[in-house]
């Protein structure tokens, strides 16, 4: 698939590797500790979330440049009934995910029904959602969170116990998905892994994921006798939930099927009876909501909700955690993992700078440069592939 053109998430996983590598060298008392493995992953999160739901964007070959200030956005209702109104936690999440499917439904009908480009649509949704967070908040505001549940999504971590059972869960799923799958290819005479490369990839997972799960079910507080700090992070459970549930709608759906044949050509799917319409319409509303999850994980993690929530910053790492994990900006190549892969990278840049004691400058100018790099080898990957007669 490589000599073909079709290099998938692989450019991804060797930049996590290469980087961990590096900075584990130049800095190996401070980055390769629990408690800073398990503060990337908070960190990275949001990032990882709000890049799920444009990966459904991206796949048709569309933007969406609201998505950033839509979490902020979502975020601050939630925050207005749930602190100024007094409505229960759960309630106030809903009112947030309500907000950010809104939110997409007003930009999924002016794109697919008025034609109207998703450039222009959501750069009007960036400066107008802008606009709507410092008006709810007001001019230096903040809505301080406080309650419990919502603080402990992007803060807790899970006990022990559970986070060995999320290990033995997703390595067992793994290799029975894969397994399964290569099994039936076999036997329909497709092309398909030899049992021992699977084999293979299932024990490399297992390992990876069994020794961070045993790094970080390692006491981590700086002082036990107060506070005592291990496990994994909770918000790893909902990443799981998300990817494998997004996962099986991309790849196991006919949605998620009529998504792959809009963006790869959208008037050979509409003329195979696809409704290009609305597909494009609940992409819009899926990303736009996966947005407003965002925006829960950013105020659980700040303990409160700023008028710079959900900024500028917020949409670039987003949108390049997407490119960079794999997911072309030409519509029709991607999946969810990338998302989390390319919230990685990102993460472990800055992260990583940040404990190199670099300014905000070289980390924009590194970033900008692996977003390129990205970019690039998605642009030649599908020359390549063209020139094979992949696509």
């Known amino acids: 698939r490589v000599r073909g053109g079709d290099v998938g998430s692989l450019p991804a996983v060797l930049g996590v590797v290469v980087l961990v590598i590096v900075f584990s060298i130049l800095r190996p008392e401070t980055f390769t500790n629990a408690f800073n493995v398990a503060n990337l992953i908070n960190q990275s999160s949001a990032v990882m979330v709000i890049a799920m739901g444009l990966v459904f ?3 048709l070959g569309e933007i ?3 998505a950033g200030w839509t979490a902020g956005t979502a975020a601050a209702m939630m925050g207005v009934v749930l602190t100024r109104e007094g409505w229960p936690w759960w309630l106030s999440v809903l009112v947030c995910l309500a907000t950010g499917a809104v939110v997409g439904t007003i930009i999924g009908l002016l794109v697919a029904r008025l034609g109207i480009p998703s450039f222009v649509v959501t750069l009007a949704a960036f400066l107008a959602l802008q606009g ?3 008006k709810t908040i007001g001019e230096g505001g903040t809505i ?3 309650d419990s549940k919502i603080l402990a999504i992007n803060n807790n971590t899970m006990p022990v116990w559970l986070g060995w059972a999320l290990f033995v869960v997703v390595v067992g799923a793994y290799a029975a998905v894969s397994l399964r799958r290569a099994a039936s290819r076999r036997a329909g005479g497709l092309q398909s ?4 490369v699977v084999i293979g990839k299932v024990v490399v997972l297992a390992v990876l994921l069994g020794a961070l799960t045993a790094y970080l079910s390692t006491e981590r507080s700086r002082n036990p006798a107060v506070s005592s700090i291990k496990g994994v992070p909770l918000v790893v459970l909902l990443l799981v939930i998300l990817l494998v549930g997004l996962n099986f709608v991309l790849g196991r759906t006919a949605f998620g099927r009529h998504v792959y044949a809009v963006g790869g050509n959208a008037e050979a799917a509409r003329r195979a009876g696809i409704n290009v319409k609305q597909i494009k319409l609940f992409c819009f509303v ?3 909501t996966l947005a407003a999850v965002g925006g829960i994980l950013l105020a659980s993690r700040d303990n409160s909700i700023s008028p710079s929530t959900g900024g500028a910053d917020t949409l670039l790492y987003a949108v390049g ?3 960079i994990g794999g997911t072309s900006l030409f519509g029709g190549k991607g999946k969810i993992l990338d998302a989390v892969l390319g919230g990685l990278v990102i993460a472990i840049i800055i992260n ?4 190199l004691n670099q300014p905000s400058s070289v980390v924009y100018i590194v970033t900008g440069l692996v977003l390129l790099f990205a970019a690039s080898v998605d642009a030649l990957s599908r020359r390549r592939a063209a020139a094979s007669g992949r696509v």
């Open 57 to 59: 964007v991206l796949l």
């Open 64 to 66: 969406d440049l609201s």
């Open 132 to 134: 709507v967070l410092l």
């Open 144 to 146: 301080p969170i406080r």
């Open 193 to 196: 892994e030899g049992t021992s």
């Open 286 to 288: 899926i990303g736009s």
């Open 321 to 323: 955690a997407a490119v």
């Open 352 to 355: 990583g700078m940040g404990l």
